[in-house]
């Protein structure tokens, strides 16, 4: 082949490419569009009448209620708790688990393919559904909420422990087996040390997580403070809900800085 | 002590790495295979301990006959035999101590090892790092340590063990020659001290010579000469190191 017609065909197939890329850009930007349109977001209507609603709502928040704040704290607190609970529980859960689904350290090829599946579905739960059922199933109050919180995390948690333990360096692994561990001491004592400070960074974000969504949690009455912010908004005491929303972000900031603090002294 | 009869092992990539290769190892010698990368060292060497299982062929050792009879007598043989890896194989960040006491894991049962080890084992820790010059360091993270350091402390987990087998997979090929001839002379030094039959891979031909009590030649997965580094005439350097293609029978694709 001659250098002329050899440039020509790179040319082409650079061509080919760029075309190719543009058509995919093109069809993420309609599939945009079309989903906006769908949820109503072209509607300019709805939106000049939101304004003074929205106004309306504002002063009504303004200024935030902070009178009843004495019975806030027992909530607060309770929602801390639900946090750290899950956490534990969902832990506990996803370290077994997250070692059946990595394909490194699972047994056998079916139950990797069993707990994968089963975490994919714990996942694929919301928490808010899974609270309705507890709160049917053991009555209101933070347990329904810490077992919620704990069932949803362990398909989120155990897949995110499960990656990281799938890229351990697999050379400190034979060294352990050469010197006749069996393979359990090859997970406690090789695959272990390796991932422990990526697990905790997982836990941490999660138990963070947690609070976050413990808080919408009591919505469904599973305890904690979403359980007065519920009361409050149906009371219509748009100034006592601003209160506890701001309570629940000051709380909210208290924890991801403890989480920061953590993550940097177990390094 | 140790010998491997008519070892044959083919790769899932239908690679055959050793063809029906036999030797015998006596008991407190310093053995060296040499040959060029690919002649079959490394799967050798993991054949004598069992993290490559034999397609053909069987390990024997003096105390259990062959080392495949069952899942424990391999473990058992493995607890004996201390081994060492080219990259040290060390976990970065756990300390050199840390690492030295994961030697020591196959004295104790499952949940016993989860519990920290207590300080007798600390201690024999401490002194085997100190026999490799490196008790001042037992507290630095692994990944801190030189490579001729963390070599040592490869070293050092293998002895851990108390082994009375030690093999070594190239265990100076990632170091510069002056440190590689340093740590080679500890191994060296520390396996006579404690009458340890030890097995090392080289392809370094002056590193073979200057501590081998016997060099066992390897090329294309055979075994192509077996006797003390004296005999080791031209000739027989030739057929270890000679091209393949040229006198070698090319490994099956």
Known sequence: MNRAAFYETVLVSERKAARRSSVLVGAILLASIAALATTGFFDAQRFAEAGPAIRQLASEMVPPDFGRWQSWLRPLLDTLAMSIAGTVLAVMLSLPLALLAAPNTSPHATVYFITRTLLAFLRSVPEIILGVLFVAAVGFGALPGVLALALHSVGMVGKFYAEAIEHVDPKPLEAARAAGASPFQVITHAVLPQVLPQLTDVTIYRWEYHFRASAVLGIVGAGGIGFELMAALRLLNYDQVSAILLSILACVLVVDSIGAFLRKSLK | ?253
């Open chain 2, 1 to 253: 002590m140790l010998s491997a009869r008519e070892v044959s092992v083919v790769y899932a990539n239908s690679l055959r790495a050793l063809d029906s290769a036999s030797i015998q190892i006596q008991r407190g010698q310093f053995v060296v295979l040499l040959g060029k990368s690919g002649a079959g060292k490394s799967t050798l060497l993991r054949c004598f301990n069992g993290l490559v299982r034999p397609t053909s062929g069987d390990i024997h050792v003096e105390a259990f006959g062959s080392i495949f009879e069952s899942s424990t007598t391999l473990r058992e043989h493995r607890r004996r035999t201390g081994m060492v890896f080219q990259q040290h194989h060390l976990i970065g960040r756990l300390t050199a101590l840390e690492n030295v006491l994961m030697g020591r894991l196959s004295r104790y049962g499952g949940l016993r090892t989860l519990l920290p080890f207590g300080r007798a084992d600390r201690l024999a820790a401490l002194e085997i790092l100190d026999r490799v010059g490196l008790a001042d360091r037992a507290l630095a993270r692994a990944d801190q340590l030189s490579g001729g350091q963390q070599q040592r402390v490869g070293i050092a987990r293998a002895m851990a063990q108390q082994p009375t087998l030690m093999l070594a997979d190239e265990p100076v090929a990632s170091l510069d020659p002056a440190t590689a001839v340093q740590v080679l002379g500890d191994l060296h030094r520390i396996c006579r001290e404690d009458g340890i039959t030890t097995v090392v891979s080289l392809h370094q031909l002056d590193l073979a010579r200057r501590f081998a009590d016997r060099i066992v030649g390897l090329a294309g997965g055979r075994v192509v000469f077996s006797a003390a580094p004296g005999e080791l005439v031209t000739e027989s350097i030739d057929t270890i190191y000679a091209q393949p293609g040229a006198t070698l029978p090319v490994a099956a694709e």
